[in-house]
């Protein structure tokens, strides 16, 4: 019984039950400054994001369960659609890559992995 609780739970505030995707719109690096903006452009059928935010690594693609991604950590428990960071990239001279991530009661997804350079 109690189990059919939980998945009903799990379940409540999702039409299609799909995992949400995202994407970058834009970054800007500068003094070892980034900005990276992004939007969810499909929510997944959840009402509700359970985490926004964005990774990045020296290596292609860079995730949450890669021990050389670093991640930023945005929003929990939100509906916002649009969401940005600015974060400083330690080392200058490289390229870094960057992603967005979404994560919804359906699982976790990556945007695709935006490559940016920090050198002149």
Known sequence: MTFCFCAATLLAGCTKFGTAVSTITSTEY???????????????????????GFCYSLFCPPNLQ????????????????????????????????????????????YSEAVKVPTGN
Do not use: H, R, W
Not at 30 to 52: F, P, R, S
């Open 30 to 52: 500068e003094n070892k400054q980034l900005t990276v903006n992004a939007n969810v452009i499909d929510n997944g059928g959840c009402d509700y994001y359970m985490e926004q």
């Open 66 to 109: 890669d021990i050389y991604t670093t991640q930023v950590k945005v929003c929990n428990y939100s509906k916002v659609d649009t969401f940005s960071a600015t974060f400083t990239l330690p080392l200058v001279d490289t390229a870094y890559y960057v992603c967005a991530y979404v994560k919804n009661s359906a699982g976790l997804s």
